[in-house]
């Protein structure tokens, strides 16, 4: 995976895996205001398998990725987007999981009913970086509440 780009909101990686949530674009559904939705997609990939889903993000899914980046820096494990109406993400800093690294995992419970684990040696500063990605976000793609 390549260097994160202004359009994503996840970006971890090391030199063999990673897991990204990259914005593709916001949609209005009226003319007025600011954008109603993010659509966007989550990315893994790795030596071994490779795969994609698409999702739509919106103003209360950013509220929470706040919250659990907050949870992450204590040290917690923590999921995001648990609506049932999207993929489900589920976070486990390295000092809460045997392999040492931090955990992604992704679920699809909407459409394959598969998920997989992905493990990342993330850099030390990986939560503070993450907080400048979603602020980012948030300026290119201002949504509406």
Same mark, same amino acid.
């Given at each position: 995976?390549?260097?994160?780009?202004?359009?994503? +909101?996840? $970006?971890?990686?090391?030199?063999?895996?990673?897991?990204?949530?990259r914005v593709i674009e916001g949609m209005r559904f009226s003319?007025?205001?600011?954008?109603?939705?993010?659509?966007?997609?989550?990315?893994?990939?790795?030596?071994?398998?490779?795969?994609?889903?698409?999702?739509?993000?919106?103003?209360?899914? +950013?509220?929470?990725?706040?919250?659990? +980046?907050?949870?992450?820096?204590?040290?917690?494990?923590?999921?995001? +987007?648990?609506?049932?109406?999207?993929?489900?993400?589920?976070?486990?800093?390295?000092?809460?999981?045997?392999?040492?690294? &931090?955990?992604?995992?992704?679920?699809?419970? &909407?459409?394959?009913?598969?998920?997989?684990?992905?493990?990342?040696?993330?850099?030390?500063?990986?939560?503070?970086? $993450?907080?400048?990605?979603?602020?980012?976000?948030?300026?290119?793609?201002?949504?509406?509440?």
């Amino acid at each position: 995976m390549s260097e994160p780009r202004l359009s994503e +909101l996840i $970006h971890m990686s090391d030199d063999e895996q990673g897991v990204a949530l990259r914005v593709i674009e916001g949609m209005r559904f009226s003319e007025a205001g600011d954008y109603d939705a993010l659509r966007s997609e989550i990315l893994v990939s790795s030596q071994f398998m490779s795969g994609r889903v698409e999702l739509y993000i919106n103003a209360y899914d +950013l509220d929470s990725w706040s919250e659990v +980046l907050e949870a992450l820096a204590a040290g917690q494990s923590a999921t995001w +987007l648990e609506s049932g109406r999207s993929p489900r993400l589920v976070l486990a800093p390295p000092e809460a999981t045997e392999s040492g690294c &931090t955990e992604v995992s992704v679920y699809d419970v &909407t459409g394959s009913q598969i998920h997989v684990t992905v493990p990342v040696a993330v850099e030390p500063d990986w939560i503070e970086r $993450h907080r400048q990605l979603l602020g980012e976000i948030r300026d290119r793609f201002p949504l509406t509440h």
